[in-house]
């Protein structure tokens, strides 16, 4: 079988001939861009005051993202209202947690949700419950991991949280992260 050679010979293009097209796309890739929105989006009604999203650390205490804090009304006593928000600290200085009261009513009774990153032999977890506060005092009924929290006001914005679980107790300051 002969193979009969073909007449046709390709070639590169001159410089000077290529700078039409390559001008040309770099105008139809800048053409096909859109531009970001400058104008915010108008929100006709405040939002519940959801959970921050940060990132969290391999491990930590994470509250679900769906949660919200439903502002105390106006005939919750001052004293109950102050426990509203989300709280965050560290028991026994190493284990992170964090207490979200979702709900005061005006006779003391709270909402909540808790949660905490590895504790001793626990991995993170979140658990829902609900309590009563009395005096400065929030105890909340035992949660369905097992735990039983008390969290006593010491200052505004500041909680000590007790923590107890299988026989063990761990403790430490939260402060306030969230209304």
């Known amino acids: ?13 001159s410089p000077n001939r290529l700078w039409p097209v390559l001008g040309f796309a770099a105008f139809a890739l800048v053409a096909c861009q859109s531009t970001p ?16 999203a940060a ?3 391999p491990n930590s205490a994470v509250l679900d993202q769906g ?16 426990f509203s928000g989300i709280w965050a600290g560290q028991l026994n ?15 003391g009774q709270v909402t909540v949700s808790y949660a905490w990153g590895d504790l001793a032999d626990n991995k993170p977890g979140v658990a829902d419950g ?5 005096g400065n005092t929030l105890k909340l009924g035992r949660l369905p991991n097992g735990a039983d929290i008390t969290a006593t006001m010491v200052s505004q914005g500041t909680l000590d949280v007790t923590y107890s679980l299988a026989g063990q107790t761990y403790t430490g300051p939260f402060t306030r992260v969230s209304q």
């Open 1 to 13: 079988m002969a193979f009969d050679r073909s007449p046709v010979r390709f070639g590169l293009a």
């Open 37 to 52: 929105d400058t104008q915010p989006a108008a929100d006709p009604q405040p939002a519940p005051v959801p959970i921050a």
């Open 93 to 107: 200085g190493m284990y992170d947690g964090k207490l979200a009261v979702l709900t005061v009513s005006s006779g």
């Open 67 to 82: 949660i919200a804090v439903t502002p105390p009304a106006k005939g919750v006593p001052v004293k109950y209202a102050a």
């Open 55 to 57: 990132p969290a650390a």
């Open 130 to 134: 609900s309590g009563r506060i009395a």
